[in-house]
């Protein structure tokens, strides 16, 4: 658990997270409205070196972001009615990183491992956050940003 007083240090511990991701990483970021999702991937998204604002995807569900390590970037709080397959994302999902806010219960058979971002809103207005790891070597790589 780790706390993250302003929006500034979300950014920034998604700038350190960006760092030890690769290729085919799918990262699922849990928290309600306003947690800082968005805010996180923006993080991401600078530490990758993407092209292009990471901005809330509501209402285009996934934007691709090019650079060295695509990053795509899906908003899953309307997928409830349909599957993620649909989104025709596969292909690019084993040459990126995808982000998905919302994504529990729902993408989680994208890959045979994830880490899950779990964000927190207190009543200060500042944010713990806490990594978990889901199979693979998470837990190692993540260990210097717990
Ligand atoms: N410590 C913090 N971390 C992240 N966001 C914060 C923090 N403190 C305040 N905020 C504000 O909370 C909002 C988070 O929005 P956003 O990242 O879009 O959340 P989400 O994608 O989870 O709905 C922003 O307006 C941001 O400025
Ligand atoms: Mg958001």
Do not use: C
């Not at 991937?41 to 060295?68: C, D, K, M, N, Y």
């Not at 999902?93 to 729902?106: L, M, N, P, Q």
């Amino acid at each position: 658990m780790k706390t993250l007083p302003t929006v500034e240090d979300t950014v920034a511990f998604g700038r350190r997270l960006a760092s030890v991701l690769r290729a085919g990483d799918l990262v699922i970021l849990n928290g309600p409205l306003g947690a800082g999702k968005t805010a996180l991937t923006q993080g991401i998204g600078t530490g990758l070196g993407v092209s292009g604002e990471v901005t809330s995807p509501t209402f285009v569900i996934a934007r691709v972001h090019r650079g060295p390590l695509p990053l795509v970037h899906v908003d899953a709080y309307r997928l409830q009615g349909f599957e993620i397959d649909d989104l025709d994302l596969d292909a690019s999902v084993e040459d990126s990183v995808t982000v998905v806010e919302w994504g529990s219960g729902k993408v989680e058979r994208l890959s045979d491992s994830y880490l899950e971002v779990r964000i927190e809103r207190r009543d200060d207005d500042t944010r713990l956050v806490e990594l978990v790891g889901h199979g693979g070597d998470w837990d190692t790589r993540v260990e210097s940003l717990r």
